[in-house]
């Protein structure tokens, strides 16, 4: 049975600045230099948010547990779970924010910050400059 407490309510999170010199977190941008930043998990849950958002601009309201199973994790009330996780470095490393009582959430990704890159394996690091200089 359905608990208030295991619904999420998720916004798009607005940010002009970001939206201008950012990247749609479905780009590959994301998946290469995002993904080692945020893990798997929270990359899958950050993309998932923003198709359901394609689909419903102003945002929507689901189940956790229902979300969890739908990126293929158990979806559990502990901190300690992967969807739990998954949600807390979402906005340990800027994707979400409380928004109230919803979760406001990025659908344009900032440039992966230079301390980020500098942790990223040598053959990304040289990607992510070729990026970087192409887009310039």
Known sequence: MET????IAIVPWRDPTV?????PVR???VEWFWLPVLGPSATWLLRRFDAWLEHTPDGFSMD?????????????????STFARALHRLQMFGA????GASLA?????????AHHVARMPSFLRAYHAEWTAAAA
């Open 19 to 23: 939206e201008l010199i950012g990247h």
């Open 105 to 113: 959430v990025r659908r344009v990704m900032p440039p992966v910050a």
């Open 96 to 99: 979400a924010q409380p928004a």
């Open 27 to 29: 780009s590959d941008y």
């Open 4 to 7: 208030d407490t295991r619904r």
């Open 64 to 80: 956790s547990f229902d979300i969890a199973r739908s990126l293929g994790v158990a979806g559990r009330d502990d901190v300690g």
